[in-house]
């Protein structure tokens, strides 16, 4: 079949106008495939990249003020207030009352005249056990007892109020935290996960398939067909301009099939609807890209913004009210370390334990005093005066009249027998031994015995006496007094 010059001339201008239209389509195509794939690649990544780590660097933010809030708070309740009212109410407050208890018995405690030593100037001002202590030094260590007790008091109320405060801002901050934990899991783990399996090379489980990874492998199949199509007329015009020439010069024309022009060139209509198709398929996607995009950006956008506005409330309440607190903490705990009692720079004990130390002392001596008194000073009293005296009298009016008699005796008659027998040979001008003054007690004079040898020594005895078995009498009760206000005391508790 033999074809025209012009004929071919018309399949070549046909040629070239479909190649032009598709070079068209495919210049506007393979832009909105780059803005979709940069849309999807590229920038909605970024954001959920920029998102999910702006989340881990919130939560590192909120374990770490976690962390410092509970250690704050065990430290103020547990260790500034709580060791001190324990201490107090297990230490400091127990070794008090029983203190109190004692004074109060040694202010109940009479002590007799006759008991006061001779050197005692105003006898009338120690009429009982409790003239005898320093009541002033006393009371004024429970001042100053009481004085730190308020002062502490204080201090832990303070304490308290701020650290409730501080609980309060933490609280709202952690709120407003699960607030953004949610919004991050709806807005932008889900796209995460999109991302993810449309980055995986390997298909993903069915019910894992996405929108992102559909669109952005299809755009890359479409891209192909683009490229095949295109290649596909530009090849048939290179052919017809071949052919267009070779007629024109007269060449050999052989080896051009003028009938696979003249199908292609019919074909050439149904190349540009596919041409079109394909472009309108990629323009499509491109919309479904943007309405992903305006359905997802927002929302991210928008935890992007709570998270920063977070951070900045995170950094302010750490670098402000934490420090701000700790730093109050720290001066409060200074405070409550002052002790008016005198005590060596490696103490690590607790001022209120100091001052258990110093009562418990007193409460020590005080209780000690009272026994003696009450179980060992009178006895020994009524020993030293009366029943020594008497035995000691015993003895030596046992030895005068007894071994020391019998001695003297012994030795006078010693002596007369030797005059009798040796004297009447002794020279007057000789000492004569048995004339010689015989050693003899004339007079006993003892010392300590005036109670004994007193005209009231048998009054005075059984008023001591009587002394003795009322206080031991007292004794017994206060001990059982003691016992049961002991025993009311840790019911209480």
């Known amino acids: 079949m033999t074809f025209s010059a012009l004929q071919v001339q018309q399949w070549s201008q046909e040629a070239f106008r479909t190649l032009e239209r598709a070079r068209e389509l495919s210049s506007s195509a393979q ?8 849309i999807l690649s590229d920038q909605l990544p970024k954001k959920v990249q920029a998102a999910t780590l702006e989340m881990d660097h919130i939560k590192d933010q909120h374990a770490n003020i976690a962390a410092l809030v509970e250690h704050l708070r065990v430290q103020v309740n ?8 324990a201490a107090r109410e297990k230490q400091l407050e127990p070794v008090m009352a029983s203190l109190d208890d004692v004074l109060a018995q040694l202010r109940d405690t009479t002590v007799p005249e006759e008991l006061l030593s001779n050197e005692v100037a105003d006898k009338s001002s120690y009429k009982h056990l409790s003239d005898f202590i320093a009541d002033d030094e ?9 004085i730190y007790l308020e002062n502490a008091e204080k201090a832990h109320k303070l304490l308290t109020l701020r650290l409730d405060e501080l609980l309060k801002i933490y609280h709202k901050i952690s709120r407003k935290y699960s607030r953004l934990v949610k919004a991050y899991d709806a807005s932008v783990a889900g796209v995460a996960m999109l991302l993810r399996f449309a980055a995986m090379t390997q298909s993903p489980p069915k019910e894992q398939s996405n929108l992102i990874r559909d669109i952005l492998r299809e755009n890359s ?3 192909q067909e683009l490229v095949s199509l295109l290649e596909m007329l530009t090849n048939h015009y290179d052919q017809c301009s071949i052919a267009v020439n070779l ?14 022009l003249q199908a292609d060139t019919a074909e050439l209509p149904h190349v540009l609807r596919e041409f079109s198709a394909i472009h309108d398929i990629i323009m499509n996607n491109e919309t479904r890209a943007a309405k992903l995009v305006e359905l997802k950006l927002p929302p991210i956008n928008s935890f992007l913004e709570a998270s920063r506005t977070l951070s900045n ?16 903490l720290l001066r409060l705990e200074e405070v409550l370390r002052l002790c008016l009692i005198e005590v ?30 009450k179980l060992q000073y009178i006895t020994e009293l009524h020993y030293e005066q009366y029943v020594y005296p008497r035995k000691y009298v015993k003895v030596l009016d046992d030895f005068l009249h007894g071994p020391l008699l019998e001695l003297e005796e012994e030795e006078r008659a010693r002596r007369a027998q030797w ?7 002794i020279p007057k001008e000789l000492l004569l031994p048995g004339l010689q003054n015989q050693p003899c007690v004339v007079r006993v004079t003892t010392e300590g015995l005036e109670m004994l040898q007193s005209e009231r020594a048998e009054e005075n005895e059984a008023h001591l006496l009587l002394l003795l078995k009322r206080t031991r009498q007292r004794a017994r009760s206060s001990e059982t007094g003691a016992e049961g206000r002991e025993t009311h005391r840790k019911e209480s508790i």
């Open 31 to 38: 832009a909105v495939l780059e803005s979709t794939a940069h």
């Open 78 to 85: 547990d260790g500034v207030i709580g060791s001190h009212r």
């Open 138 to 146: 006393i009371n004024i260590l429970k001042k100053n007892i009481s």
């Open 221 to 223: 199949s479409l891209e």
């Open 247 to 260: 007629l024109h010069s007269n060449g050999d024309t052989r080896d051009v099939n003028y009938e696979v």
């Open 313 to 328: 409330l995170n950094t302010t309440f750490k670098n402000e009210q934490i420090t701000g607190f700790v730093l109050l």
């Open 344 to 373: 060596s720079d490696t103490s690590t004990k607790l001022v209120i334990e100091l001052y258990t130390d110093v009562i418990s002392q007193l409460l020590h001596h005080f209780t000690q005093f009272l026994a003696t008194f």
């Open 419 to 425: 005059l009798s027998k040796y004297g009447d040979f």
